[in-house]
């Protein structure tokens, strides 16, 4: 089992800078990769970024250049460093962990104001 305990977000003005951490705990070594998922009101969940435990990053083009994801080496916290905010990264932003199977935080609010 793996716990992830999610902190950051809150509101803040268009052009603006967040930063979301999650906390990992218990069975972190069965973990292979961390990230977010972000879901806006009416919209699907959609990926935002990943990082395997090998250090490998990913991220959706709506972000790239902006977001910037990083994990510590004991694979214990993850991050999210979010830059140049626009009204549209608006959403509810779920870190999630890979091990057996899929874990996920309690969400994070992140609103944008033009």
């Known amino acids: 089992q793996v716990q992830l305990v999610e902190s950051g977000g809150g509101l803040v003005q268009a052009g603006g800078s967040l930063r979301l951490s999650c906390a990992a705990s218990g069975s972190i070594f069965s973990i292979n990769a961390m990230g977010w998922y972000r879901q806006a009101p009416g919209k699907q969940r959609e990926l935002v970024a990943v990082?395997?435990?090998?250090?490998?990053?990913n991220y959706a083009d709506s972000v790239k250049g902006r977001f910037t994801i990083s994990m510590d080496n004991a694979k214990i916290t993850v991050h999210l460093q979010m830059n140049s905010l626009k009204p549209e990264d608006t959403a509810v932003y779920y870190c999630y962990a890979v091990a057996t199977t899929a874990y996920w935080g309690q969400g994070s609010q992140v609103t944008v104001s033009s």
């Open positions: 990082i395997t435990s090998s250090g490998r990053t």
